[in-house]
């Protein structure tokens, strides 16, 4: 991918504060002159993220919500919407920040499948991972440009918060909300717990270490500061 954008991964579950934080960080490198492009995804621009985003809405009739695994492979078809746009219309820029990407299709598509009835063994660190393979296709290949670009980053920043926080943050929430959202903190705490296994190891998909930033108790000011000076000890941008 020589001469491509730095493809920008912001990831964590819902109420972390990704939002806030690529709104900030897309401010300060375009006031720095750098050329942006941020992805919301699912992203309601394309067809299959407008069907994603109307499937969610809390208003949607439950029963007529796909399962997790057809909501998982729709969200693979929406990521390659987001790839093909960027190859076709966005690699002359500088950076590509995408607020989610596969990462969260491998934690919500193992979800559901480790909460059991009786409350018992809420938790098996190999399923996010395994749920993920299920759904990818066999055809990608990291040697062609298009299809490493599904699949790969430049740096992906792992925002993550206490089931607590996440869960106050949540229920103050206004608009933009979805199914997702309506979790207790147990639950909460086991999409932490998959987020965190399934970027335990992505060497293979990222060429930076996660940067991973706990948000509770951090004001975005201050967690802002961190990623951009992240960014420049890795000499990405000038001094900001």
Same mark, same amino acid.
């Given at each position: 991918?020589?001469?491509?954008?730095?493809?920008?991964?912001?990831?964590?579950?819902?109420?972390?504060?990704?939002?806030?934080?690529?709104?900030?960080?897309?401010?300060?490198?375009?006031?720095?002159?750098?050329?942006?492009?941020?992805?919301?995804?699912?992203?309601?621009?394309?067809?299959?993220?407008?069907?994603?985003?109307?499937?969610?809405?809390?208003?949607?009739?439950?029963?007529?919500?796909?399962?997790?695994?057809?909501?998982?492979?729709?969200?693979?078809?929406?990521?390659?919407?987001?790839?093909?746009? +960027?190859? /076709?219309?966005? &690699? %002359?820029?500088?950076?590509?920040?995408?607020?989610?990407?596969? =990462?969260?299709?491998? #934690?919500?598509?193992?979800?559901?499948?480790? +909460?059991? /009835?009786?409350? &018992? %063994?809420?938790?098996?660190?190999?399923?996010?991972?395994?749920? =993920?393979?299920?759904? #990818?296709?066999?055809?990608?290949s990291l040697?062609?440009?298009?299809?490493?670009?599904?699949?790969?980053?430049?740096?992906?920043?792992?925002?993550?918060?206490?089931?607590?926080?996440?869960?106050?943050?949540?229920?103050?929430?206004?608009?933009?909300?979805?199914?997702?959202?309506?979790?207790?903190?147990?639950?909460?705490?086991i999409r932490?717990?998959?987020?965190?296994?399934?970027?335990?190891?992505?060497?293979?998909?990222?060429?930076?270490?996660?940067?991973?930033?706990?948000?509770?108790?951090?004001?975005?000011?201050?967690?802002?500061?961190?990623i951009v000076?992240?960014?420049?000890?890795?000499?990405?941008?000038?001094?900001?």
């Amino acid at each position: 991918m020589q001469n491509y954008p730095k493809i920008i991964v912001v990831e964590g579950g819902d109420g972390v504060g990704k939002t806030t934080q690529i709104e900030m960080l897309n401010q300060s490198l375009s006031e720095l002159g750098y050329q942006v492009k941020v992805y919301k995804n699912p992203n309601d621009c394309f067809p299959v993220g407008k069907m994603i985003r109307e499937q969610i809405l809390p208003e949607t009739d439950p029963s007529k919500r796909p399962t997790q695994t057809v909501l998982g492979i729709m969200m693979l078809a929406a990521l390659r919407e987001v790839a093909e746009d +960027i190859v /076709e219309n966005h &690699s %002359d820029k500088d950076f590509i920040v995408l607020d989610r990407w596969h =990462f969260t299709t491998a #934690v919500y598509g193992a979800e559901d499948r480790i +909460i059991p /009835e009786d409350g &018992s %063994d809420l938790f098996h660190s190999g399923m996010a991972w395994r749920a =993920f393979e299920r759904l #990818v296709p066999e055809s990608v290949s990291l040697s062609s440009t298009w299809d490493r670009l599904f699949m790969y980053a430049t740096q992906v920043i792992y925002l993550t918060a206490s089931p607590e926080t996440i869960s106050e943050r949540l229920s103050g929430r206004v608009g933009d909300k979805n199914f997702l959202d309506q979790v207790d903190t147990t639950e909460i705490g086991i999409r932490n717990e998959l987020f965190t296994t399934v970027l335990e190891d992505v060497s293979d998909f990222v060429d930076e270490p996660v940067l991973t930033i706990d948000t509770t108790n951090r004001t975005p000011v201050d967690i802002h500061a961190q990623i951009v000076q992240d960014f420049m000890k890795k000499g990405w941008i000038s001094n900001a």
